[in-house]
């Protein structure tokens, strides 16, 4: 079997409390290295990080499904496939996109978690429990207060560092999607679910942060050994210790986007038959 065109297309899914400016360092450093960069909003996440704090009314609209159907025909849309990278709940969708069949690679950073993993650690629920402690809150976009963000996302900064981030992307939660993720082992019809067997998958990179409170790294790794014993498709995992829930943007994030690029670039464009005689670890080394 031949080897597949090399993908010239990277499509960026950001997370919750996130919008597309979450990116911007690694669409100017994709983009140096010739690929055409897309990142598309969430529906409705189409406008700057300003007009929806004034305005969260597009958030409190969303829900999982319509959001990886939307992503889906981005997807469709291109002429050939491309890689798909998603941080937290734009990781999730990354897995959910990949089980459709679709990208030429993936990479999950930091991805929450989908239907099969039971695992809900404390940080996680500290990080999240303003917004799930009330659940008249689903249907709601629910503010994420600097201090809030802090624990969340920036924990690896220094205060007025990670005040500034919170200023520069933060924007109120879209409630719905994150209840939806967080009861996914308790609904049979849940948007977040995948075929942990599926054997044509494209290759998957997992990334986990070390010092992540609201996704720890434990969860990533469960994620990709389930994949790598449920599976021959390819799946990998690498582990970022000092790093935080804020990987995509803390200081040190030009690693994790160039080992993220090439590991999918790499695998990518190897043969179907030697990706299946690869069998890769999802106990891989971890990255320093």
């Known amino acids: 079997?031949?080897?597949?065109a090399t993908p010239d297309t990277v499509v960026l899914i950001h997370g919750l409390w996130m919008t597309p400016r979450s990116w911007e360092h690694w669409i100017e450093r994709y983009e140096a290295r010739g690929l055409r960069v897309l990142a598309p909003g969430w529906p409705g996440l189409e406008v700057e990080v300003e007009?929806?704090?004034?305005?969260?009314?597009?958030l409190a609209k969303l829900d999982a499904a319509r959001i990886v159907d939307h992503l889906d025909g981005i997807v469709r849309g291109l002429d050939r496939p491309p890689i798909v990278m998603g941080h937290s709940f734009g990781g999730a969708f990354t897995l959910l996109l990949l089980d459709r069949g679709l990208g030429a690679a993936g990479v999950a950073v930091d991805a929450a978690s989908v239907r099969g993993i039971r695992d809900l650690p404390l940080s996680t629920l500290r990080s999240c429990a303003h917004v799930l402690a009330n659940p008249f809150n689903r249907g709601k976009a629910v503010p994420f207060s600097a201090k809030r963000f802090r624990y969340a996302f920036g924990n690896?900064?220094?205060?007025?560092?990670?005040?500034?981030?919170?200023?520069r992307y933060a924007v109120p939660a879209a409630a719905r999607v994150l209840f939806e993720g967080a009861n996914a082992n308790l609904s049979s019809s849940t948007p977040f679910r995948v075929d942990w067997g599926k054997e044509d998958?494209?290759?998957l990179l997992f990334t986990g942060g070390g010092a992540d409170h609201v996704v720890p790294a434990k969860v990533s790794r469960k994620m990709a050994a389930k994949y790598e014993s449920s599976s021959p498709a390819p799946v990998e995992?690498?582990?970022?210790p000092a790093k935080s829930h804020f990987i995509v943007g803390e200081p040190g994030w030009e690693e994790v986007a160039d080992r993220a690029i090439d590991w999918a670039l790499a695998h990518a464009t190897a043969p179907r038959a030697a990706r299946a005689e690869e069998a890769p670890s999802a106990a891989a080394p971890e990255a320093t």
């Open 201 to 203: 998958r494209a290759p």
């Open 1 to 4: 079997m031949g080897t597949p």
């Open 51 to 58: 007009e929806l704090r004034a305005d969260p009314t597009p």
């Open 156 to 167: 690896t900064l220094s205060e007025e560092a990670s005040n500034a981030a919170h200023e």
């Open 237 to 240: 995992y690498m582990e970022y």
